[in-house]
């Protein structure tokens, strides 16, 4: 069963960057698919930032394109999120998530808050 | 970026009774809406795809229907378990987006 688990630091300084890793279990990032970061506001807004294909191609939302890159390594496994220059508008519940007719399959998210 | 609007952002109904949650695009998105259940403690399932198709796993009671900019996901006979929040969410055009919820109560 494809499984997905987001891990890394639930507090973040502000002006710092936001690292965040995906952990995939059940299926290879390589074989198909994209893979996605989605992120839910307080207030529970939902927004796409962008995913890595299964080839290591990227898109980003243009809301955040100067400041997002998603990585992977094959070899775990595993893709990642950075964010840079967070503010305490980045202050959000983080999701990874595969995305093939919909996003199939999520991750429990990750709680990471912005502050001094 | 193509807006999408749920106008219904909490609703109550009784077990037994049918659903309908509402979700309309800012522009045409040729069928290419999905939508999701977002638990309380936070856990997202993908229940239907590509407007009416039916995800793997999901009860046969959620379906979906729509065309050009408005669609909808219909419960019938609600169940305890379908309490959650409810999200549209187009792939016609990057970025992809979301609709704002629905949450549904018990009455």
């Known amino acids: 069963d494809v499984q997905l688990q987001e891990s890394g630091p639930g507090l973040v300084k502000p002006s710092q960057s936001l690292s965040l890793t995906c952990t995939v279990t059940?299926?290879?990032?390589?074989?198909?698919?994209?893979w996605n970061w989605i992120r839910q506001f307080p207030g529970n807004k939902l927004e796409w930032m962008g995913y890595i294909s299964y080839s290591g191609s990227t898109s980003y939302n243009p809301s955040l394109k100067s400041r997002i890159s998603i990585t992977r390594d094959t070899s775990k496994n595993q893709f990642f999120l950075q964010l840079n220059s967070v503010t305490t508008e980045d202050t959000a519940t983080y999701y990874c998530a595969r995305e093939g007719y919909g996003f199939a399959y999520w991750g429990q998210g990750t709680l990471v808050t912005v502050s001094a | 970026d193509i807006q999408m609007t749920q106008t219904t952002s909490s609703l109550s109904a009784s077990l037994g009774d049918r659903v309908t949650i509402s979700c309309s695009a800012s522009?045409?998105?040729?069928?290419?809406l999905n939508w999701y259940q977002q638990k309380p403690d936070g856990t997202v399932k993908l229940l239907i795809y590509?407007?009416?198709s039916l995800h793997s796993g999901v009860p046969s009671r959620f379906s979906g229907s729509g065309s050009g900019t408005d669609y909808s996901l219909t419960i019938s006979n609600l169940e305890p378990e379908d309490i959650a929040t409810y999200y549209c969410?187009?792939?016609?055009?990057?970025?992809?987006?979301f609709g704002g919820g629905t949450k549904l109560e018990i009455k």
């Open positions: 522009q045409g998105i040729s069928n290419y």
């Open positions: 059940g299926y290879s990032i390589t074989s198909d698919y994209a």
């Open positions: 590509y407007t009416s």
């Open positions: 969410q187009q792939y016609s055009k990057l970025p992809w987006t």
